[in-house]
C-alpha cells in the first residue's frame, strides 16, 4: 500500500536557521502531495501542497517541490522564526486510486529565539 | 462559518465502557476519516467513509465502529474491546476531487480513568 516515511526528529534550531525537513513516498500512479502543521493540542492544518511532478508548493515561506524521479517531496524554509514551532507532517493521497489519506509519523520542530 | 466540529473535546472513560466521540462538518464533503494519534507514532487511520451508508477499515480498526447514516455526520464509538483506548483522535474530511485538501477538527483527548 500506500506509505510515508519523513524525518521525525525532535529538532532544535535557532531563530533565523535554515529548516529541512525530508520526505519521501511509495506509491502507485501520481498521488498528490501535502504538509500538514500541528501546533500544540490543535488539529491539523495544510500548510502546502502539490498534484502533479515538479509542483512547488508554498506557503508563509516554506516550499516543496514534488520530484517523483526520487519519490520526494521534501520541506524547506529559509529563515525560521519561532512561531514556526510545531509539529510538521508529509502526506499522500489519491496514488493508484486508493482514496486513503497517509501520513508521516510527524516531525516536532522547537525554535528557539 | 463553515468548518468540521468534533466534541466533546476531553472525555474519561471507564475500563469496560463504550464511549462515542463527535465529528460533524458542514462544508459537503464526500469523505471523512477517523485518525488515532500517539506520541510517536504519528496519525494512524482508523476508519473511513467515501459516500454515506459506506466505510471502510483503516489501519487499526480493531476495537472501533462508526457509522455514515448522514453526509455530514461521522461518529466513532470505541468500544470496551479496544484494550489502549487513551489516545488524541482527529476527525477529518475531505472533497474528492483530486488534490483536494483535507480539513480537520480540534480533536478529542479520550482518557481511561
Known amino acids: 500500500g500506500n506509505s510515508v516515511t519523513q524525518m521525525e526528529g525532535p529538532v532544535t534550531l535557532s531563530e533565523e536557521a535554515f529548516l529541512t525537513i525530508n520526505c519521501t513516498y511509495t506509491?502507485?500512479?501520481?498521488?498528490?502531495l501535502f504538509w500538514y502543521v500541528q501546533y500544540p493540542g490543535e488539529g491539523l492544518q495544510l500548510l502546502l501542497k502539490a498534484t502533479k511532478a515538479d509542483d512547488k508548493g508554498s506557503n508563509k515561506g516554506f516550499e516543496a517541490t514534488y520530484r517523483k524521479e526520487t519519490t520526494s517531496f521534501h520541506l524547506e524554509k529559509g529563515s525560521v522564526q519561532v512561531s514556526d514551532s510545531a509539529v510538521y507532517f508529509c502526506a499522500l493521497s489519491g496514488g493508484g486510486g486508493s482514496e486513503k489519506l497517509v501520513f508521516g509519523k510527524g516531525m516536532k520542530l522547537t525554535v528557539n529565539p | 462559518d463553515g468548518g468540521i466540529t468534533q466534541s466533546p473535546k476531553y472525555l474519561f472513560r471507564k475500563e469496560g465502557q463504550n464511549v462515542t466521540l463527535s465529528c460533524e462538518q458542514n462544508l459537503n464533503h464526500d469523505a471523512m476519516y477517523w485518525y488515532r494519534q500517539d506520541p510517536g507514532q504519528g496519525l494512524r487511520l482508523i476508519y473511513y467513509?467515501?459516500?454515506?451508508?459506506?466505510?471502510q477499515k483503516g489501519d487499526i480498526a480493531e476495537g472501533y465502529s462508526v457509522s455514515r447514516e448522514k453526509k455530514e455526520s461521522f461518529p466513532l464509538t470505541v468500544t470496551s474491546a479496544q484494550k489502549n483506548p487513551t489516545a488524541f483522535y482527529l476527525c477529518a474530511s475531505m472533497d474528492r476531487p483530486r488534490g483536494a485538501e483535507a480539513f480537520f477538527g480540534q480533536g478529542t483527548r479520550l482518557t481511561v480513568v
Open positions: 467513509s467515501q459516500i454515506v451508508n459506506d466505510f
Open positions: 506509491a502507485t500512479g501520481y498521488p498528490s
